[in-house]
Structures are given as structure tokens and as C-alpha cells.
């Protein structure tokens, strides 16, 4: 019976170094190789998360690229923004959606949760250090080598295919003409997602930091926007709580806040994200204003506001309908 414990025992142990050994040496060929590359004439880099993707059309915003994630919280735009800054030194300017949703402790699900670890993991394992493993590990263990192994398989295919470029899978302006408010309204489908509480969301804000602070440290302007959200939009009742993590932890940002542009339901996805439409107007006045010298000035929440307020009285829901 002995033997046959010891055995076993051995059998596990020799499994788990055979199972860590892939995992390590898929990991390192991975790293190795992979290429966050993007073209030299885009000097501006947008991240977030949906609010951008769906906001700034990269077509029109001038020598930019949009690579914000769906659903991808600070803590995976942070290995995102490692790899794309070592990638590429030509990048001189970075804008960061910021938005109330951002900050609540909603957004620890979309840190350490199957669905978020399954799903940006096969992106992003290979590059995290070990503090950000033991994060995971140490909220939600099962679920980390659920998601290790979806990881390592999909990353065992990118070496077969021999396919290391990563830029067309790491978001983008994401275009969609659909508009879907009415028929939300019209159903009471317009619900908050943040929690009742307002808690926050440490470790989301603490990768927030670390990604503003690693583009300070390598002397590149960085910026939070807030892009354009429907009046209804429900997800904005902790304003105070949001400003107060904005003016107390990034009082050293500057804030480029857009909330305030109006438009007509069509213009608009769902209460919290613009549509094609919405994102091709948004995106002419910010390139405007960019052009008008706006990240250069001393007062650029005056510009903002001005320029938005212009737009309202011109191109008012009632005109637009």
C-alpha cells in the first residue's frame, strides 16, 4: 500500500513539473517574440476600456491610434501599455478614458473574475510579474488556473502558427451604426451597474497609477478623458466619490472632461457608449481643439466646456431628431 501511495505521489509531482515546465517555456517563447509594433505616424496611443472604443474614431483623431479594450479594466491595459511603450519610443502622447464606472468595486470582477482572466490572459500572461500572479491568485485561485490553462493552450496555437503580432487583437475604435436607448428606455432596460455603496475599486485605481506613472517616468504627456455619456446613464451617481479620486490620486493629470456633449438618441449605442455617429462628431471636436492647441493650454476645462456648449446650442436634440 505504501508503494502504491508513494507512486501516486510521485506520479502528481512529476505531472505538476511536467505541467509548469509548458507553461514556462510557452510563456517564455511567447515573450520572446511577441510584437507590440505600431506604425512610426502614430504618436498618439488612446487606452481604456469600451467608452473609448466606442468614443474616438482613430480615422479622424490625427496621427492616433485607438487600441482601448472592451471590458478591459486598468489592470490589463497596464500590461498593455508595458509592451506597447517598449515597443514603440515614438509615442509622445497618451489619453486614458476615465469614467465614473472606473473607480467602483464593481471593477475588481473584471480584474480577477473566470470570464475577464480566461479571456485577456492568453494576451497578457506571458508579460506580468509575479506580484500581479499573486493578485489573482490570492482573489480568485480556482478560477487563475482555470484560466492558465485556456492561456497556455491558446498560446501554445500563436506558436504553431508562428504569429507574435499582437496589435490586431488588442482592441480598437470599435464602429457600430446600431442604436439601441430607445428601445432600453422604452423597456425600463436602463439599470446602474455600479454597487449602491460606492466602494471603490483600490486595486483598478492602483493600476490607473501605475500606467500614468510609467508614461510620466519616460516623459510622455498623458491625460484622462471622459467621453460623452447619455444624460440617463445611471453609472454616474457616485460623481463625488469619482471626483474626489480624480482630485485627490490624479490631481497631477490633466482631466479632459466631455460628459457635458449632447446628443440625439441616434447618436448614442446605449446610455453609457456613442455609436458611429455619435463617435464621428465627438471625434471631429476633439481633434479640433487638439489642433487649436488645447493640450498646451492652462485652461483647458474652459476650452472644453466652451467648445461643448457651442456645439449643444448648434446642433440641439430637437434640430437633430
Not at 10 to 32: G, M
Not at 56 to 82: M, P
Request: hydrophobic share 40%; proline share 3%.
Amino acid at each position: 500500500m505504501k508503494e502504491f501511495i508513494k507512486k501516486i505521489i510521485s506520479f502528481h509531482v512529476i505531472a505538476i513539473i511536467a505541467i509548469v515546465t509548458i507553461v514556462l517555456l510557452v510563456n517564455f517563447v511567447v515573450k520572446s517574440k511577441a510584437s507590440f509594433k505600431i506604425s512610426d505616424t502614430k504618436t498618439t496611443l488612446i487606452l481604456g476600456h469600451s467608452h473609448s472604443a466606442c468614443s474616438l474614431n482613430d480615422s479622424i483623431v490625427t496621427n492616433s491610434i485607438n487600441l482601448s479594450g472592451s471590458g478591459e479594466s486598468y489592470f490589463y491595459n497596464y500590461q498593455k501599455a508595458q509592451k506597447l511603450l517598449s515597443d514603440n519610443n515614438h509615442i509622445k502622447t497618451v489619453f486614458i478614458e476615465f469614467t465614473n464606472n472606473q473607480v467602483d468595486s464593481v471593477m475588481d470582477d473584471w480584474i480577477w473574475s473566470y470570464e475577464k482572466m480566461s479571456y485577456f490572459l492568453p494576451f497578457y500572461s506571458p508579460f506580468m510579474e509575479r506580484d500581479e500572479f499573486e493578485l489573482l491568485f490570492k482573489n480568485n485561485s480556482t478560477d487563475l488556473l482555470s484560466s492558465y490553462s485556456v492561456a497556455t493552450r491558446k498560446n501554445l496555437f500563436r506558436i504553431i502558427k508562428n504569429d507574435y503580432s499582437y496589435i490586431d487583437e488588442l482592441g480598437g475604435y470599435d464602429a457600430t451604426k446600431l442604436s439601441k436607448i430607445d428601445e432600453m428606455i422604452e423597456n425600463n432596460r436602463v439599470e446602474p451597474i455600479i454597487s449602491s455603496s460606492h466602494a471603490l475599486s483600490e486595486k483598478n485605481i492602483l493600476y490607473l497609477r501605475k500606467m500614468v506613472d510609467l508614461f510620466k517616468i519616460n516623459n510622455i504627456e498623458v491625460f484622462l478623458i471622459r467621453s460623452p455619456q447619455h444624460p440617463i446613464y445611471p453609472d454616474t451617481s457616485n460623481e463625488k466619490v469619482f471626483k474626489d479620486v480624480l482630485n485627490n490620486r490624479f490631481n497631477d493629470v490633466p482631466f479632459l472632461d466631455f460628459d457635458a456633449m449632447n446628443f440625439p438618441n441616434s447618436h448614442y449605442l446605449d446610455p453609457q457608449h456613442l455609436n458611429y455617429e455619435g463617435a464621428k462628431d465627438f471625434s471631429i471636436l476633439f481633434n479640433d481643439l487638439i489642433q487649436q492647441g488645447l493640450l498646451k493650454s492652462n485652461n483647458k476645462q474652459q476650452l472644453i466646456d466652451r467648445s461643448v456648449s457651442k456645439f449643444n446650442t448648434e446642433n440641439s436634440v430637437e434640430q437633430l431628431k
